[in-house]
């Protein structure tokens, strides 16, 4: 899995021109305050504001020792 696509879909809440005021709005240089979903012709995609989703945990308690066994 790549954290750095090249195909990444268009947020305010990822773009450098925006900053995030709370869960659901973002204070856009361009346009005010705005959705985090909104995206405008500005978008320029900043890697570090993009939180990956956590990876799957590994479920222990439903594993046996036959599941290791070949």
Same mark, same amino acid.
């Given at each position: 899995?790549?954290?750095? =696509?090249? $195909?990444?879909?268009p947020r +305010? #809440? !990822? +773009?450098?021109?925006?900053?995030?005021? $709370?869960? =659901?709005?973002?204070? +856009?240089?361009? =346009?005010?305050?705005?959705?985090?979903? %909104?995206? +405008? %012709?500005?978008? /320029? !995609?900043?890697? *570090?504001?993009?939180?990956?989703? /956590?990876? #799957?945990? *590994?479920?222990? $308690?439903?594993?046996?020792?036959?599941?290791?066994? *070949?």
């Open positions: 899995m790549k954290l750095f =696509r090249k $195909n990444m879909d +305010c #809440a !990822y +773009c450098m021109r925006g900053q995030q005021i $709370n869960d =659901r709005d973002v204070m +856009c240089v361009k =346009r005010g305050i705005v959705p985090v979903e %909104h995206h +405008c %012709h500005a978008f /320029r !995609y900043d890697p *570090l504001k993009r939180i990956p989703p /956590r990876p #799957a945990t *590994l479920e222990e $308690n439903h594993l046996k020792e036959s599941d290791f066994s *070949l």
